[in-house]
């Protein structure tokens, strides 16, 4: 079994047929036929079986199928770290995203990324903060940006910003002024995402200790949701300044009495060390939300740099 013959049959796999992987692999296809008939020789078992329309993997084959992935993936990774020794960083990073902050972060990091480390390939996922968490968890991608890394397992946090809540709602309130009090805010009709979500978490556990009820009128699962409600006049809502600045801004109010705090960080997992590319990005992300910070388009303060914390 080699690596090339390997290759050929991911080939095949993503290609559906023998002729349409001998073109994308630059090889002759009976050149292809026979590599894959070696395989299956030496295994001693059929991987692929033809249709009328092209190939499928049998049960083995489409084992040895995520094998291939898997080995080969690490064999590039490998030979992009080497390169990236040189000083070039090479490779692919995965980078998770809190979906309120996506229209703010997406395009710096993009923007940024490609000026500054054209060898790397970088992938954005932004969602909601329990699918970014879980993504880190789990090592599906190389690190994120999360409000809850106190909450996932097996992950080094490196806290970045303290940021401040804000009430934002184009309906009559009692009083007027950039500051609001937590209890007037809890008590306007809101908005809010589900309880899956960090931010919604952090909300009831302050109302429970203050002694106030959330009346939350409406639960949105997308930041479009909550926004077109919010437009309307329909309700209010709580939320972090990223999805304020670029939607609501400047008519947002500071909540007070008390001030809703959380820490934003970039987390990774535990079992899924930075390469090289991905501690440039890392960096680079790091940089960009200090840069925010400081401009006063996302209102945090930076956290001084400490050592990791690694979750439980």
């Known amino acids: 079994m080699t690596l090339k013959q390997l290759r050929y049959l991911i080939a ?15 090889i002759a296809q009976p050149a292809l036929s026979r590599q894959i008939g070696m395989l299956e ?6 991987l692929l079986e033809r249709q009328h329309d092209g190939v499928v993997l049998t049960d083995a084959g489409r084992r040895l199928y995520e094998v291939a992935r898997s080995v080969i993936q690490k064999i590039d990774s490998v030979k992009d770290e080497l390169v990236s020794t040189k000083g070039d960083p090479k490779g692919q990073v995965s980078i998770a995203i809190p979906v309120a902050a996506s229209a703010l972060l997406l395009p710096l990091i993009i923007t940024q990324a490609r000026e500054k480390f054209p060898g790397i390939e970088v992938h954005v996922r932004d969602g909601l903060s329990t699918e970014g968490g879980q993504a880190i968890e789990l090592g599906k991608v190389d690190f994120g940006v999360v409000p809850n890394a106190e909450e996932l397992e097996h992950v080094r946090a490196e806290p970045v910003l303290v940021e401040e809540l804000c009430w934002y709602g184009r309906i009559d309130m009692p009083t007027q002024g950039p500051t609001i009090r937590f209890a007037e805010a809890a008590a306007s009709p809101l908005v809010m995402g589900p309880r899956s979500l960090h931010l919604r978490r952090r909300l009831e556990q302050v109302a429970m200790q203050q002694g106030v009820a959330l009346n939350i009128c409406y639960e949105q699962h997308s930041a479009q949701g909550i926004s077109s409600l919010v437009r309307s006049g329909l309700a209010a809502t709580i939320t972090s300044w990223p999805a304020l600045e670029e939607q609501f801004h400047p008519q947002a109010r500071r909540i007070i009495e008390p001030s809703i705090r959380r820490t934003v960080s970039i987390a990774y997992s535990v079992h899924r060390p930075l390469t090289f590319a991905a501690s ?5 992300v790091r940089n960009l939300l200090l840069d925010l910070a400081r401009s006063g388009r996302w209102h945090a303060e930076p956290v001084e740099p400490g050592p990791a914390a690694d979750g439980d």
């Not at 993503?14 to 073109?23: D, I, K, L, V």
């Not at 020789?41 to 059929?46: A, F, S, T, Y």
């Not at 440039?280 to 680079?284: A, G, I, Q």
């Open 12 to 26: 095949i796999a993503e290609a559906g047929s023998f002729s349409a992987a001998a073109r994308n692999a630059y």
């Open 280 to 284: 440039c990005m890392r960096d680079l």
């Open 41 to 46: 020789d030496e295994l001693e078992m059929r």
